[in-house]
């Protein structure tokens, strides 16, 4: 009984109704007529509330259940779809409450729906994780009433799911088709211009309008008296580690992201793109220690690998001890690589401090250095100043994005290659200059 009283609510139109009567009630004070009109209403609607209470509780009732993901994609829209089955003989009206994983702080998640009779009906919705980690939904709240609406019966499905998110396999999957043949041109992306090619010989083959005349084979020509060239591509197997600082300069959020996630999804799409192209991919975190370190390999299930790697990466607290990291280069990654070091300097002194070690790993490696613009920062640059202390806050954020423009200057002129990028535009600007070091043939 306790239980059946606990499932039970009453609806608004049951309270509006309510307040007529006690309108009229107090009306009829002044009309004695009205009296007895009135009391005819609390009959007609405690019968009403009657008919209804027996029409929920009859039948099958309401069958449903939430679908979800076996894992969301951090940063993208993930689908929730709720899957609703009225087994009433009669239309209903179901108001949803579903109870969201804590990360989303949202409390007021509320739908309604209608479904005829004997009839089946999806609700879609979506929700955007921008932390890495479990997320655990608890009940799924359906209130149903019949179409007098003046009360309703809870039913409560999925007691606790839990469903944990990755970084952005999504965004991988979005490059992972124009890694082909470097098809990332065709839609606007890669950015650079292809200077000569890289020497891996791929076989010798007849020369057809438009292939390089500096490539010809003389010999073979000679002995097959046809005008041979040789075929080139791009060399492979070369191996490539993403390095991400995890120390607290990473922790800076834009869009409700820390850079430490872009850095993530990154380097995740990267790696896909890599070993699509037939590279070996490699990953290092650290910040005061190391965290993980994966030996660069050209296996496509190391993605795999890499994925549950990135899955368990958080920032620290601490500041990054470059020192260390070139120490574990020089002793574990003894081949000849391409390092993208993905970090952030703020501030140049923060950038002198690390520069000595920057360039014993540059001497070895093919290093680039992948930092950060200030968005808001810069926004704020641009915004027309009206008073005097807006204009010091512009000349401060100038100052800064200067700064920012003098540390891939300093870092060029060592030998460095420099990435400095919006954090939304990270992984396309990433792709594109691994894709520019394989064509200047750099590695």
């Known amino acids: 009984m306790i239980k059946l009283l606990k499932s039970i609510y ?25 009296y007895s009109i009135t009391w005819v209403l609390v009959l007609c609607l405690g019968f009403a509330l009657l008919i209804e209470f027996s029409m929920l509780y009859q039948g099958k009732g309401l069958e449903g259940d939430r679908r979800l993901s076996e894992k969301f994609s951090n940063s ?7 899957q609703l089955h009225n087994g009433y003989a009669f239309p209903i009206v179901v108001v949803i409450v579903d109870e969201l994983p804590v990360q989303f702080q949202k409390r007021d998640f509320y739908r309604s729906l209608s479904i005829g009779s004997k009839q089946k009906n999806d609700l879609v919705y979506q929700v955007r994780p921008v932390d890495r980690g479990e997320y655990r939904f608890g009940k799924l709240n359906c209130y149903v009433s019949t179409p007098l609406k003046l009360i309703r019966r809870r039913y409560s499905f999925n007691n606790e799911q839990l469903v944990k998110v990755y970084p952005s396999f999504i965004q991988m999957r979005q490059f992972d088709f124009l890694a082909i043949d470097n098809r990332l041109t065709q839609f606007g992306l890669k950015k650079i211009r292809r200077i000569g090619h890289t020497m891996e010989f791929e076989q010798i083959k007849e020369y057809v309008r438009g292939d390089d005349v500096r490539t010809v084979n003389w010999k073979a020509t000679a002995k097959n008296g046809r005008l041979m060239v040789n075929q080139y591509q791009d060399e492979k197997m070369q191996p490539i580690y993403s390095i991400i600082d995890t120390s607290r300069v990473m922790k800076m959020p834009f869009k409700e992201l820390k850079l430490v996630d872009y850095a993530i999804n990154s380097a995740l799409a990267f790696s896909n793109v890599a070993l699509k192209k037939g590279d070996k991919v490699g990953l290092i975190d650290f910040s005061n220690t190391v965290g993980s370190f994966l030996k660069a390999q050209a296996k496509k299930t190391y993605l795999n690998t890499i994925l549950e790697t990135l899955y368990n990466i958080d920032t620290r607290f601490l500041d990054s001890d470059f020192g260390l990291l070139r120490s574990l280069i020089k002793r574990k990654v003894t081949q000849r690589s391409l390092l993208l070091l993905y970090t952030n300097f703020e501030h140049i002194s923060a950038l ?3 520069l000595p070690y920057l360039q014993a790993i540059a001497k070895k490696h093919v290093l680039v250095v992948i930092f950060f613009e200030n968005t808001e920062l810069r926004s704020l640059s641009e915004t027309p100043a009206t008073q005097l202390s807006e204009v010091v806050d512009q000349t401060i954020a100038r100052q800064f994005e200067h700064d920012k423009k003098v540390m891939v200057r300093e870092l060029q002129q060592r030998g460095i290659q420099t990435v400095l990028t919006a954090p939304e535009d990270l992984t396309v ?6 894709l520019e070091i394989k064509a200047r043939g750099i590695l």
């Open 10 to 34: 009453l609806g608004p139109r049951f309270f509006y109704l309510l307040a007529a009567i006690a309108v009229l009630f107090l009306l009829s004070f002044w009309g004695s007529a009205l």
């Open 76 to 82: 993208d829209a993930n689908d929730v779809v709720i």
């Open 352 to 354: 002198h401090r690390q």
């Open 429 to 434: 600007n990433t792709i594109n200059k691994y």
